[in-house]
């Protein structure tokens, strides 16, 4: 999957179920999508997530990337459920592909939020579980349960 916007001074949001979640609820969402070149879910110089691209003012419940890689190395933000977050709430979140981070060092990539916009802060619920380790997945890999406010 993959779309972009062609304006030099804007970045698009490029996502599973969507690129940008506005004003919405995504819940009981299940993203896989596949490997290689052209095969998965990235952008050039944008926000890409497993599940949504760009999340403003939307919340994202029981949302899970089941397989597949997700970004590439010329996007801008490279997150596993979410690639830029400017507000909202991401309850019980899982990701179990694999991130392409971008090359440039200005550019962000993480397991679960690419980066935020406009300065916009989070902080973690109160219940935090983390599983990141697994003999059979490569370090890239996660499964991780998180509550996002």
């Known amino acids: 999957m993959f779309f972009s916007t062609n304006e030099s001074n804007r970045r698009g949001g490029i996502g599973g179920v969507a690129g940008k979640a ?22 050039h110089n944008d926000f890409v997530g497993g599940i949504v691209g760009i999340v403003e003012n939307a919340d994202l419940y029981n949302t ?43 550019n962000y990539k993480a397991s679960f939020i690419g980066t935020t916009i406009n300065g916009a802060g989070f902080t973690y619920g109160k219940k935090v579980m983390l599983l990141i380790y697994s003999p059979t997945m490569p370090m890239t890999q996660v499964l991780v349960f998180v509550e996002v406010n």
């Open 22 to 43: 506005m004003n919405t609820i995504v819940a009981d969402a299940d993203v896989k999508t596949n490997t290689g070149a052209g095969k998965h879910i990235y952008g």
């Open 64 to 106: 899970y990337l089941t397989s597949g890689e997700i970004g590439s190395s010329d996007s801008y933000a490279v997150g596993g459920l979410v690639g830029g977050y400017q507000s909202g709430q991401i309850k019980v979140g899982r990701f179990a592909g694999t991130l392409v981070p971008p090359t440039n060092t200005n």
